[in-house]
């Protein structure tokens, strides 16, 4: 996959050649703050501007640009293709002399049905340069709620059947990649439950829907008729992919546990772009929004890997691919995110660069994940022996008379209790209770609680306390300037009462005499 991102950016960065050069520079433009000037106007204006640079450089604008080229010029010979290099265009027209009073016109862009396209076949909006001409001057007109910061090339019809084999490649095999990562993070998740894995593939799907509509490929592939949903599905991904990815930086960094106000920020801003996401289907012109989900991403991103680093730093080490990856991938990204604000130039490296290093970093994640829950299996190993024996000793109990279990995998239960508690560290919040409980695991609150009485012996309130003493003895141990009672409230205790008394009775000391007794070890 590198090698052909390889090939690609060797293509698009080897000096012109007749079957594919840069023709931006051959045009003059005007613009059209009203949009709504004629094209009869048009011909007769006379204030046209030369294009001095080797790409258009409108950034985003609500203005329409007209574009203005010599027939006679080389590279706008019949027969050769003009290609829009970007594939988020909204509309193209080409206004094309058949003879001195009459124009032909060509359409394209994605506000136009795939199928309605000049060339349909293309996977960037273009024109085929027709074979005759009577007159000086072809005519362009641009609009685009998107960004108009691209160059525009002159190729033969060889040289563009050539890029479109290369690019189509390049991208079923990232979309292939991409697909045995979902399938793979939704069987975890399916398989053991872990939410983390869910979280992950929603990412990953809404990434990749995200970057295919940006760069064309959806609309081509998945709803080339669908012209409105083309307009809003680019920004729909992008912005739903921010609380899918906040929430899986949540759960992975352990955030509540480690740093409790980044991630209330974290939370706050998911929830956010979860809202915006309507209102951009609602909405007219989506500029508005864009913004908003560019300046998240660029807040975001120091803030995430600024935390990961300092939960490195205080232990964590298992999150070290997370930081390589998750680094990576992001700062490679803040380039293409400089060019979408119009801070830096187009060009194909740093515009595709973070669509080749996604598979790379969702590689590095899934790896990542699939580390961390395999240092816990001597972990769960020890939790189902455990649930082994105390099922064995707790077969004796009489006290369900008629059993609300006989149809669930008891085993299999308590498993998946164990794992959603240690894992997840839902006990953390006060709020925790037996219908909370009961849904993660699948079971009635009445199953719940006879899987707890009868096979281990505790009630879900000692079950809870149980995991709650001993985060806390972490904390006395880890955290010695941390108060008694902060470590009360964040180890999930509603008061500093009921945090002595139950601690006292789980460990025989109160938690000042506990952590008085560690200090004087060390």
Same mark, same amino acid.
């Given at each position: 996959?590198?090698?052909?991102?390889?090939?690609?950016?060797?293509?698009?960065?080897?000096?012109?050649? @007749?079957?594919?050069?840069?023709?931006?520079?051959?045009?003059?433009?005007?613009?059209?703050?009203?949009?709504?000037?004629?094209?009869?106007?048009?011909?007769?204006?006379?204030?046209?501007? +030369?294009?001095? !640079?080797?790409?258009?450089?409108?950034?985003?604008?609500?203005?329409?640009?007209?574009?203005?080229?010599?027939? *006679?010029?080389?590279?706008? #010979?019949?027969?050769?293709?003009?290609?829009?290099?970007?594939?988020?265009?909204?509309?193209?027209?080409?206004?094309?002399?058949?003879?001195?009073?009459?124009?032909?016109?060509?359409?394209?862009?994605?506000?136009?049905?795939?199928?309605?396209?000049?060339?349909?076949?293309?996977? /960037? %909006?273009?024109?085929?340069?027709?074979?005759?001409?009577?007159? =000086? /001057?072809?005519?362009?007109?641009? +609009?685009?709620?998107?960004?108009?910061?691209?160059?525009?090339?002159?190729?033969?019809?060889?040289?563009?059947? !050539?890029?479109?084999?290369?690019?189509?490649?390049?991208?079923?095999?990232?979309? *292939?990649?991409?697909?045995?990562?979902?399938?793979?993070?939704?069987?975890?998740?399916?398989?053991?439950?872990?939410?983390?894995?869910?979280?992950?593939?929603?990412?990953?799907?809404?990434?990749?829907?995200?970057?295919?509509?940006?760069?064309?490929?959806?609309?081509?592939?998945?709803? %080339?008729?669908?012209?409105?949903?083309?307009?809003?599905?680019?920004?729909?991904?992008?912005?739903?992919?921010?609380?899918?990815?906040?929430?899986?930086?949540?759960?992975?960094?352990?955030?509540?546990?480690?740093? %409790?106000?980044?991630?209330?920020?974290?939370?706050?801003?998911?929830?956010?772009?979860?809202?915006?996401? @309507?209102?951009?289907?609602? #909405? /007219?012109?989506?500029?508005?929004?864009?913004?908003?989900?560019?300046?998240?991403?660029?807040? #975001?991103?120091?803030?995430?890997?600024?935390?990961?680093?300092?939960?490195?730093? !205080?232990?964590?080490?298992?999150?070290?691919?997370?930081?390589?990856?998750? *680094?990576? /991938?992001?700062?490679?990204?803040?380039?293409?995110?400089?060019?979408?604000?119009?801070?830096?130039?187009?060009?194909?490296?740093?515009?595709?660069?973070?669509?080749?290093?996604? %598979?790379?970093?969702?590689?590095?994640?899934?790896?990542?994940?699939?580390?961390?829950?395999?240092?816990?299996?001597?972990?769960?190993?020890?939790?189902?022996?455990?649930?082994?024996?105390?099922?064995?000793?707790?077969?004796?109990?009489?006290?369900?008379?008629?059993?609300?279990?006989?149809?669930?995998?008891?085993?299999?239960?308590?498993?998946?209790?164990?794992?959603?508690?240690?894992?997840?560290?839902?006990?953390?919040?006060?709020?925790?209770?037996?219908?909370?409980?009961?849904?993660?695991?699948?079971?009635?609150?009445? +199953?719940?609680?006879?899987?707890?009485?009868?096979?281990?012996?505790?009630?879900?309130?000692?079950?809870?306390? =149980?995991?709650?003493?001993?985060?806390?003895?972490?904390?006395?141990?880890?955290?010695?300037?941390?108060?008694?009672?902060?470590?009360?409230?964040?180890?999930?205790?509603?008061?500093?009462?009921?945090?002595?008394?139950?601690?006292? !009775?789980?460990?025989?000391?109160?938690?000042? &005499?506990?952590? &008085?007794?560690?200090?004087?070890?060390?």
């Amino acid at each position: 996959m590198f090698f052909l991102f390889l090939m690609l950016t060797g293509i698009s960065c080897t000096p012109d050649h @007749p079957g594919d050069h840069n023709v931006t520079n051959l045009f003059e433009f005007f613009l059209d703050p009203s949009t709504d000037i004629s094209f009869d106007q048009i011909q007769r204006q006379k204030s046209w501007k +030369q294009i001095s !640079k080797t790409q258009l450089s409108f950034n985003f604008t609500s203005d329409v640009i007209w574009l203005r080229g010599k027939t *006679g010029e080389g590279g706008f #010979s019949p027969d050769r293709i003009l290609s829009f290099e970007w594939k988020a265009l909204d509309s193209a027209i080409l206004y094309y002399p058949v003879n001195r009073k009459e124009f032909q016109t060509f359409e394209t862009g994605d506000t136009v049905p795939k199928s309605k396209w000049t060339l349909p076949e293309a996977l /960037y %909006p273009g024109f085929k340069i027709p074979k005759h001409s009577e007159g =000086s /001057y072809f005519y362009i007109r641009l +609009q685009s709620k998107s960004l108009i910061s691209f160059p525009i090339r002159s190729m033969e019809e060889r040289s563009f059947n !050539k890029r479109m084999i290369l690019e189509t490649a390049i991208t079923w095999l990232i979309l *292939g990649v991409c697909a045995v990562m979902i399938v793979f993070a939704l069987f975890y998740y399916f398989a053991f439950g872990l939410s983390e894995f869910f979280f992950y593939a929603g990412y990953v799907v809404c990434t990749v829907l995200w970057y295919n509509g940006q760069y064309g490929n959806a609309y081509d592939v998945l709803w %080339p008729e669908s012209t409105w949903w083309q307009n809003k599905a680019i920004l729909v991904f992008a912005t739903l992919g921010i609380p899918f990815s906040f929430q899986f930086v949540r759960m992975f960094l352990n955030t509540k546990l480690h740093n %409790p106000r980044i991630d209330r920020i974290l939370l706050i801003i998911g929830i956010v772009a979860l809202l915006c996401v @309507p209102a951009i289907l609602i #909405s /007219y012109t989506t500029k508005i929004f864009s913004r908003i989900a560019t300046y998240i991403y660029l807040f #975001s991103i120091p803030m995430i890997l600024g935390t990961g680093i300092q939960i490195y730093f !205080k232990g964590e080490k298992r999150i070290l691919f997370f930081l390589i990856s998750w *680094g990576s /991938y992001f700062i490679i990204s803040y380039n293409t995110i400089f060019y979408f604000l119009g801070i830096l130039p187009y060009s194909t490296p740093l515009l595709y660069s973070a669509v080749f290093i996604f %598979p790379i970093d969702l590689f590095f994640l899934l790896f990542n994940l699939l580390q961390k829950y395999e240092k816990l299996e001597g972990e769960r190993n020890e939790i189902l022996h455990r649930i082994i024996t105390l099922s064995t000793d707790a077969s004796k109990s009489t006290r369900y008379a008629k059993s609300k279990l006989n149809s669930v995998n008891t085993e299999k239960s308590l498993a998946k209790l164990e794992s959603w508690m240690r894992e997840t560290k839902p006990y953390l919040d006060e709020k925790l209770d037996l219908e909370i409980a009961s849904l993660a695991i699948g079971l009635t609150v009445q +199953q719940t609680s006879e899987l707890l009485n009868s096979k281990l012996g505790v009630s879900f309130r000692g079950y809870l306390n =149980s995991f709650r003493i001993t985060e806390a003895k972490r904390f006395l141990k880890d955290k010695p300037e941390t108060s008694i009672l902060s470590i009360a409230y964040d180890t999930g205790f509603g008061s500093k009462t009921a945090f002595n008394v139950e601690f006292k !009775k789980a460990t025989g000391q109160s938690p000042l &005499q506990y952590r &008085q007794a560690v200090d004087s070890i060390e």
